[in-house]
């Protein structure tokens, strides 16, 4: 009973994610001397030689330079063998002409899936949801996405929310609904009554003391 619990329970924000041990198509890696010092996108998918999944693969291949750029690892994992994920990725390069430049994980055992709750029995007991986990040099899970079998991530929002954390952990800032780099961000509101007086003379483009907005 304790070990069906585990493997349901959902990691929660701001939590710190388990470690493991794992082969990958770059080799074995223990996760978190692989991942020190660096942010993380941790990402699973259904099954190889699927075509969403395919896709998938194409457009993480897309944004893997721009993740590179901004201090971000990428890592994907399914439950398949390092043997099907070799295949799998010389064949996109063979027929689709793409390269895969990022690690996958070997998860025949569904360890790392259990621990990180990416299998969804009312979705498959056999096969990872489509989830991605974005995890801070820390290795606090900042955020989780999940997504069923049947329709593919956007890769623009994956980006979206790691210049968002990016700007807010570096600025102390927060950032308002459909953000992107360059539109203004959001101070955090005054907590006290005199903060909040002082707040409106601040020069901020304030709708009233406790929304104001910044450019950076």
Known sequence: MEETQVEKRMLLIGEEVPNFEAETTDGRINF??????????????PADFTPVC????????????????????LLGLSIDSIYS??????TIKEKLGKDIPFPIIEDLSMNVAK?????????SATAAVRAVFFIDPNFKLRALIY???SNGRNMKEIIRIIDAFQTSDKHSVAT???????MEVIVPPPKTTA??????????DCADWFFCKKKL
Do not use: C
């Open 85 to 90: 994920h070799i295949s799998w990725i010389r």
């Open 176 to 182: 308002p609904a459909n953000w992107e780099p360059g």
């Open 115 to 123: 621990k990180y709750g990416m299998i969804h029995p009312s979705q």
């Open 195 to 204: 903060a909040a007086e002082k707040r409106l003379a601040e020069g901020y």
């Open 32 to 45: 978190k001397e692989w991942a020190k010092g660096s942010w993380v996108i941790l990402f699973s998918h």
């Open 147 to 149: 997504y069923p079998l």
């Open 54 to 73: 395919t896709t998938e693969f194409m457009a993480f291949a897309d944004i893997y330079p721009g993740l590179q750029e901004r201090g971000v690892k």
